[in-house]
């Protein structure tokens, strides 16, 4: 009899002992989720009034005549220059476009692609950007956009309109969405796909109308 009590004590503090590393371990791992999403959060507010700011500044820029704007024989931009304000209506975007798609310019703006025609001229303009997940979109809302939709791409001295023709999904070593087609203005804009995986290149091909 003492015997089994003994053996039964056992067992239960055993349990307890287990039950109690379990229930440490399960708490450490959601404070770690906790602190992990906190991070993620802060970091998307801090993206998201980035990049509202980038935004006004240019404005403001565009109104000062301080703004960058094409020179003839070329495109003098260099990395960082900001260009534009593209605006995508059918999914409420409205981002800062910077020259060059280095990981700290793709950080808080989207990217011109260096070597690919500006905005207005003939020839293929190329603009990536990441897929934020929340507060900073840039163009994590890119694959609802349909064609025939309308984007926008405001320079210090002009509005330029283009109208979507083809959307399609290419891999990341496709680089024909580069080229362009002669006597044609078109805006492309590529991004990752899906989402949370981005094995693949989203690419949106709007011509100028």
């Given at each position: 009899m003492y015997y089994s009590l003994a053996v039964e004590r056992i067992l239960k503090s055993k349990m307890f002992k287990k039950f109690t590393i379990a229930k440490a371990i399960g708490l450490i791992l959601i404070a770690l989720g906790f602190g992990l999403f906190l991070i993620s959060l802060i970091l998307n507010i801090k993206q998201y009034?980035?990049?509202?700011?980038?935004?006004?500044?240019?404005?403001?820029y565009i109104k000062s005549g301080e703004a960058f704007k094409e020179k003839k024989g070329g495109n003098p931009a260099v990395s960082g220059d900001m260009l534009y304000i593209l605006r995508i209506p059918s999914i409420d975007s409205e981002n800062p476009v910077r020259e060059g798609v280095s990981r700290d310019i793709l950080a808080d703006s989207l990217g011109h692609q260096e070597?690919?025609?500006?905005?207005?001229?003939?020839?293929?303009c190329v603009v990536a950007g990441h897929r934020n997940y929340s507060f900073g979109k840039f163009f994590n809302r890119l694959?609802?956009?349909?064609?025939?939709?309308?984007?926008?791409?405001?320079?210090?001295t002009?509005?330029?309109?283009?109208?979507?023709?083809?959307?399609?999904?290419?891999?990341?070593e496709d680089l024909s969405v580069l080229e362009s087609t002669p006597g044609k203005e078109q805006l492309t804009l590529y991004t990752c796909t899906p989402i949370y995986i981005a094995t693949h290149r989203l690419v949106i091909i709007a011509d100028r109308i």
């Open positions: 009034y980035s990049r509202k700011n980038t935004v006004e500044e240019y404005k403001e070597g690919t025609a500006l905005a207005g001229n003939e020839g293929n694959d609802e956009v349909e064609t025939g939709d309308l984007i926008y791409v405001d320079t210090a002009d509005t330029y309109t283009y109208m979507v023709k083809e959307i399609k999904v290419v891999e990341p």
